[in-house]
C-alpha cells in the first residue's frame, strides 16, 4: 500500500481524514470548474457520451501497449525502476510483471501511449485520452480495497478529465489551430488530469481548485521537442503531474484560487495563451451538455501525426489513379509530385532521417502512401525509412501551401498530385479521412485496431478480457479490475 497517503486523499471514502482547506472564492471561472468537478455524476452522462469515451479508453489502452515494445517507453521505465525505489502498487502497460508507485505507472503509461502518436486526438488539438486515462488506472489501484471506485466512478472521471480539457481549449481562438508555442496535452492535460484524479478520490470543491492551480505550475513542453523522443514525455508528464497535483490538493496544500481566471497583470492560466478570453464552467445538469456529446473524437489508422491521415488518404487515392493509367505503380513515370498542405512548420519535414521524425513528416507519409500503397507501424522503421526507392521519390516532392487550407484539424484538406514526365496530371484529395470525427471509426474497425495492437504484448485470452471490461465498465464493482488485467 502507499503509506499515509491515501487517508487523507479520498475524505468522502475515509470520512474525517482529510485536511482542511480553505474555500475558493465564489462566483469566478476557477471556482465554477471546482464545483463542477464536484457535483458531475454518473446520471450526468448521455448514453453517446458513456459510448463515445469508452471507444477512447479502449483505443488509449490498445495504442499503450503497443507503445510498450517502443524503445523510448524501455528508456521511461528503465529509468523508473532504477532511480526510484517506492511502494509499487500500479500497473504497467503491456508488463503484467511490474508495478511502480502511482505517479511513476502513470508517467510510463502516459509515455507509452504516445510513443507512437497513435493516440486519439480531439478539437481544438489535443491527446485528451492519454493524459487522463493511465492516472485513473493508477490511482484506482492506489486506494484501499474497501473503498475502490467501481467502474461508473471510473468513467466518470474519465469524461471530468475530458471536459475540462475541452472546456480550456475553448478558452482561446489560438488553440483552434494545429501549436506553435506549447504542445496541448502538456498544458491543458496536466489539468484534466488532475481534475480526473480529484473526482475519483472524491476531493472536495475546494481541494479540487487548488488542484487545478497546483496542476498550472506543472504544466507546459514546448512544440520544439514534437518529432523527438522528447515529445512523448509531455503526455507522460501531463497525466502524472496532473496525478501529484490532485495527491498534494488532497493533502491539504493550496493554490491561486483564481488560476482560470483573467486577472490582469498577473497571468494564471493564461500565460500558456496570446488570446484568452475564460468562460464558466456551468453546473452538470440538464443544463449542461458535455463537449464529447457534440465533438467527436479522431481516432488514428496508422502511427502518425493527424495532419498525416489526409495526405496519405490522398496518396492512397492518386495512387489507384495511376495503376488504372499505368497497370502498375512506376515511379520512374513520375516527373514530380506536388503535395498542397497547410502551413505547419514542424510537420513539413522533407527528408525526415528518424522514426519520430517520419511520423511528423507530410512529404514521406506522402511517399510511403504511394510506394507501399499502405502506412502502417513497419513503415516507420529504420529500413523503411532509408530506402533508395522512397528517397528518390521524396527527392520529387514540391509543397505548395494554398490560402484556402488552413492548419486547423476542423477545416484542412490533404492534396496530392503526380505531375508525369507524358505531360498528364492525376490528383487524389481528402477532405476528411476515415476515423476522423465527422467519418469515425466503425466499431469493428476500432475492435481491430485494439487487437492488432493488444497482440503485440498480450495473448489471445487477456485481450478479449480487456474487451470486455471497458465494454461493461459501468457494471465492475472494482474499476481497479481495469489496471490489473494490463
Not at 502507499?2 to 487517508?7: E, H, K, M, S
Not at 530506402?387 to 476542423?410: G, I, S, T
Request: neutral net charge.
Amino acid at each position: 500500500m502507499f503509506p499515509g497517503l491515501t487517508a487523507v486523499l479520498v475524505p468522502s471514502r475515509c470520512p474525517g481524514a482529510a485536511v482542511a482547506a480553505r474555500s475558493a472564492p465564489e462566483d469566478t471561472v476557477t471556482s465554477s470548474f471546482a464545483s463542477f468537478i464536484r457535483a458531475a455524476r454518473p446520471e450526468h452522462l448521455s448514453p453517446t457520451v458513456r459510448q463515445r469515451s469508452k471507444r477512447m479508453i479502449l483505443d488509449s489502452i490498445g495504442v499503450g501497449l503497443v507503445g510498450s515494445t517502443t524503445r523510448v517507453f524501455d528508456i521511461a521505465l528503465r529509468y523508473c525502476r532504477e532511480l526510484y525505489s517506492s511502494v509499487a502498487v500500479s500497473s504497467v502497460y503491456g508488463k503484467p510483471g511490474v508495478k511502480l508507485s502511482p505517479t511513476l505507472a502513470a508517467f510510463t503509461n502516459g509515455v507509452a501511449t504516445h510513443s507512437m502518436d497513435f493516440d486519439d486526438t480531439w478539437h481544438p488539438a489535443t491527446h485528451p485520452s492519454g493524459a487522463v486515462l493511465p492516472a485513473l488506472l493508477a490511482a484506482s489501484q492506489m486506494v484501499p480495497p474497501n473503498t475502490k471506485p467501481n467502474g461508473l466512478d471510473f468513467l466518470l472521471a474519465f469524461n471530468v478529465g475530458l471536459e475540462v480539457q475541452g472546456r480550456l481549449m475553448h478558452f482561446s481562438t489560438e488553440a483552434h489551430d494545429i501549436p506553435k508555442r506549447f504542445h496541448p496535452p502538456s498544458v491543458v492535460g496536466t489539468l484534466g488530469s488532475a481534475a480526473a484524479t480529484a473526482k475519483l478520490l472524491s476531493l472536495s470543491s475546494a481541494q479540487c481548485c487548488h488542484a487545478l492551480g497546483i496542476a498550472a505550475s506543472l504544466a507546459g513542453a514546448p512544440m520544439a521537442n514534437a518529432a523527438t523522443q522528447a515529445k512523448p514525455l509531455h503526455v507522460g508528464n501531463a497525466t502524472r503531474l496532473g496525478l501529484e497535483a490532485a495527491l498534494l490538493a488532497g493533502r491539504g496544500m493550496e493554490a491561486n484560487p483564481l488560476i482560470l481566471d483573467d486577472i490582469p497583470g498577473c497571468s494564471g492560466f493564461s500565460a500558456f495563451y496570446s488570446v484568452y478570453q475564460p468562460k464558466p464552467l456551468s453546473a452538470p445538469g440538464e443544463h449542461h451538455e458535455f463537449l464529447l456529446e457534440k465533438q467527436d473524437i479522431a481516432f488514428k489508422r496508422f502511427p502518425a501525426h493527424l495532419g498525416m491521415h489526409w495526405v496519405v488518404d490522398a496518396a492512397l487515392s492518386v495512387r489507384n489513379l495511376f495503376i488504372n493509367y499505368a497497370g502498375s505503380f512506376s515511379p520512374s513515370l513520375i516527373r514530380s509530385i506536388m503535395l498542397k498542405i497547410p502551413v505547419s512548420k514542424y510537420i513539413n519535414r522533407p527528408f525526415p532521417s528518424s522514426e519520430h521524425q517520419a511520423r511528423h513528416s507530410f512529404q514521406f507519409n506522402a511517399c510511403a502512401a504511394l510506394l507501399d500503397g499502405e502506412v502502417g507501424l513497419g513503415s516507420f522503421s529504420e529500413s523503411s525509412i532509408q530506402r533508395q526507392e522512397l528517397r528518390e521519390l521524396l527527392d520529387k516532392v514540391v509543397v505548395e501551401h494554398p490560402e484556402d487550407n488552413v492548419a486547423n484539424f476542423d477545416k484542412m484538406y490533404g492534396e496530392v498530385a503526380l505531375l508525369l514526365h507524358s505531360g498528364d496530371i492525376l490528383t487524389g484529395k481528402c477532405d476528411t479521412f476515415y476515423g476522423h470525427w465527422r467519418n469515425p471509426l466503425s466499431k469493428e474497425s476500432l475492435l481491430k485496431k485494439f487487437r492488432s495492437n493488444a497482440s503485440h504484448v498480450l495473448p489471445e485470452e487477456k485481450i478479449e478480457a480487456i474487451i470486455t471490461l471497458v465494454d461493461n465498465l459501468e457494471n465492475l464493482s472494482d474499476s481497479s479490475q481495469l489496471a490489473c488485467s494490463l
